[in-house]
């Protein structure tokens, strides 16, 4: 027994070593390219111009990209049931109850898939995957001003190890994350049009609609007030939401199901939730001082912590937290750009970001709720499973 836990862990310390370095080399060329990006470096060929930045873009993307590429049908705990869900309905035998899992939009992606690569899900979801991490890093770099520290805040809160279990719903926070631009261009059609495809995939994206017209308002005693309110009516009226949710299919498997479980990790993650959203709204004047459309960002982190207060009570509310947790991504660069003018030493800075970050990275691997719990804390590629 102690020989097996032995051989256990260095496996996963060994996955561990894999997935660290991975995140090493996707730091590093998202640094290479931002830093080509503003020198407007060029490599010119005879038929092409490309810009350099561009290159190293792509090669910031591929460490991970390749492990999606090449991970075994055991990294993921439900891998599996997207492998079986896909192959019924490339093969036109999906039945009533998997249909309502999956959704429409995923079975239409799964039918498009089917096409090109038959019953190969490895393909069909490694394709599914790299979209999803191409999504999140070009919005990164289309949005922040420091999308290298977006990226390692991004790595840093593990929301890149989620795609190997939680394919649909990562595929819809990737879209509607994306959508951030139409948010801050305040295009409603191309917002709205990103979040009813997301919604298509995975019907809890559809929070993000009435974002829209609440994320532009500015923190005045107004939208304080607004919060408040929309906390007492989730809190206290949760047996009304309760209600209203119970006939749909996340209501039916989480309200009083096996899944819905309180846990200390909820109470932990409502905790450090708080604590950012306190440190972040200390800058808040400042933020958006430099650039007023970081109240999209506040707007959403302040959901953030309110979907996470409701999540306690029911845990079907921690799958809505990640449509806004992410946007910390894009507002933790703004605010450390802010705190080092206010003087702050940028080491010291970078340094407690880089320390606090790291540790809640390794306190999310090791966690049930984490990589243990979603099945990707032992990486295998497809050569192991045929073996």
């Given at each position: 027994?102690?020989?097996?836990?032995?051989?256990?862990?260095?496996?996963?310390?060994?996955?561990?070593?894999?997935?660290?370095?991975?995140?090493?080399?996707?730091?590093?060329?998202?640094?290479?390219?931002?830093?080509?990006?503003?020198?407007?470096?060029?490599?010119?060929?005879?038929?092409?111009?490309?810009?350099?930045?561009?290159?190293?873009?792509?090669?910031?993307?591929?460490?991970?990209?390749?492990?999606?590429?090449?991970?075994?049908?055991?990294?993921?705990?439900?891998?599996?049931?997207?492998?079986?869900?896909?192959?019924?309905?490339a093969n036109d035998t999906l039945i009533g109850r998997e249909a309502d899992w999956i959704g429409i939009g995923f079975q239409l992606i799964c039918r498009f898939l089917s096409i090109f690569c038959g019953n190969n899900f490895y393909l069909a979801f490694a394709i599914v995957n790299t979209v999803t991490l191409v999504l999140l890093y070009?919005?990164?770099?289309?949005?922040?001003?420091?999308?290298?520290?977006?990226?390692?805040?991004?790595?840093?809160?593990?929301?890149?190890?989620?795609?190997?279990?939680?394919?649909?719903?990562?595929?819809?926070?990737?879209?509607?994350?994306?959508?951030?631009?139409?948010?801050?261009?305040?295009?409603?059609?191309?917002?709205?049009?990103?979040?009813?495809?997301?919604?298509?995939?995975?019907?809890?994206?559809?929070?993000?609609?009435?974002?829209?017209?609440?994320?532009?308002?500015?923190?005045?005693?107004?939208?304080?007030?607004?919060?408040?309110?929309?906390?007492?009516?989730?809190?206290?009226?949760?047996?009304?939401?309760?209600?209203?949710?119970?006939?749909?299919?996340?209501?039916?498997?989480?309200?009083?199901?096996?899944?819905?479980?309180?846990?200390?990790?909820?109470?932990?993650?409502?905790?450090?939730?708080?604590?950012?959203?306190?440190?972040?709204?200390?800058?808040?004047?400042?933020?958006?001082?430099h650039d007023e459309t970081n109240v999209i960002l506040y707007n959403m982190v302040i959901i953030c912590t309110i979907a996470q207060i409701v999540a306690t009570q029911s845990y079907i509310f921690a799958r809505l937290t990640t449509y806004f947790y992410i946007y910390y991504v894009l507002l933790i660069p703004e605010v450390m750009k802010?705190?080092?003018?206010?003087?702050?030493?940028?080491?010291?800075?970078?340094?407690?970001?880089?320390?606090?970050?790291?540790?809640?990275?390794?306190?999310?691997?090791?966690?049930?709720?984490?990589?243990?719990?979603?099945?990707?804390?032992?990486?295998?590629?497809?050569?192991?499973?045929?073996?």
């Open positions: 027994m102690e020989k097996n836990n032995r051989e256990d862990r260095k496996k996963q310390m060994n996955t561990e070593i894999i997935y660290i370095v991975c995140e090493i080399l996707s730091v590093l060329f998202m640094a290479i390219a931002q830093n080509s990006y503003n020198k407007t470096e060029e490599i010119v060929t005879k038929k092409l111009v490309i810009r350099k930045s561009s290159i190293f873009f792509v090669l910031s993307v591929l460490p991970f990209a390749i492990l999606f590429w090449c991970r075994g049908i055991s990294v993921g705990a439900d891998y599996q049931n997207y492998t079986n869900i896909y192959q019924k309905i070009k919005t990164i770099w289309q949005n922040s001003k420091n999308p290298t520290l977006a990226l390692f805040v991004l790595l840093s809160f593990c929301l890149h190890f989620q795609i190997f279990n939680q394919f649909r719903q990562m595929l819809a926070i990737a879209i509607t994350f994306f959508a951030v631009k139409y948010l801050k261009s305040e295009n409603f059609i191309k917002y709205s049009i990103c979040i009813i495809i997301a919604a298509l995939i995975h019907n809890t994206a559809i929070v993000l609609l009435p974002c829209y017209f609440i994320c532009h308002n500015k923190l005045n005693k107004r939208m304080i007030i607004f919060y408040v309110l929309a906390l007492l009516v989730c809190t206290f009226g949760f047996s009304i939401i309760e209600s209203l949710l119970s006939g749909t299919y996340y209501g039916q498997m989480y309200f009083g199901g096996k899944y819905d479980i309180q846990t200390d990790s909820s109470i932990m993650n409502l905790i450090v939730r708080i604590m950012m959203l306190i440190i972040v709204l200390l800058f808040y004047k400042k933020v958006i001082k802010v705190a080092i003018k206010k003087g702050i030493s940028k080491q010291i800075a970078n340094m407690i970001i880089i320390i606090i970050l790291i540790v809640y990275q390794f306190v999310y691997y090791n966690s049930s709720s984490g990589a243990i719990g979603g099945g990707y804390d032992e990486y295998r590629t497809i050569w192991q499973d045929k073996h």
